[in-house]
């Protein structure tokens, strides 16, 4: 872990501005289509670990099957997962980062995507903080309004 990394694990992460300007820092700009899974601690800090997801199913209302939980969209069953790997990893919050190429207009797939996730997370009680878009030119918060 280099200093400069350190130091961004150790700034609390009080506002959604300060937020952004991390991932920005840490993302950049897109480079493809994926999503990146971020954890924030019990201090407000930037938790580990730091997770890309690529290939993650078009249609989140899709439904699969999995030997624990049956039958589920794809939305559902990803903040399942995503709500274990928080508890597992101790953290206390969730952001989820939506890479892609393109502008910052909030397109149909990140409304979808996005929606969905906010939808598990009230079900599901997982503290999902925030929800951004990465895209070509940089990164973008999506607000309730964006996403209803």
């Not at 991390?22 to 480079?31: H, P």
């Not at 969209?73 to 919050?93: K, P």
């Not at 980062?97 to 397109?107: F, K, N, P, Q, T």
Request: charged residues 30%; negative net charge; aromatic residues 4%.
């Amino acid at each position: 872990m280099t200093d400069s990394t350190r130091s961004l694990k150790d700034r609390p992460l009080k506002t959604t501005e300060e937020l952004r300007t991390l991932i920005e820092t840490l993302l950049d700009r897109a480079s493809g289509r994926r999503l990146w899974l971020l954890f924030i601690d019990d201090r407000g800090c930037l938790g580990d670990p730091l997770i890309p997801m690529d290939d993650y199913p078009p249609d989140p209302t899709e439904r699969t099957r999995t030997d624990d939980l049956g039958e589920i969209d794809h939305g559902s069953l990803l903040m399942h997962r995503i709500g274990m790997l928080r508890e597992v990893t101790g953290n206390e919050a969730v952001v989820l980062v939506w890479e892609r190429l393109g502008s910052s207009a909030v397109g149909a797939d990140d409304r979808l995507w996005a929606r969905a996730m906010l939808d598990a997370a009230t079900e599901l009680d997982v503290p999902l903080r925030a929800q951004f878009v990465l895209h070509g030119t940089g990164v973008r918060e999506l607000q309730l309004s964006d996403i209803a």
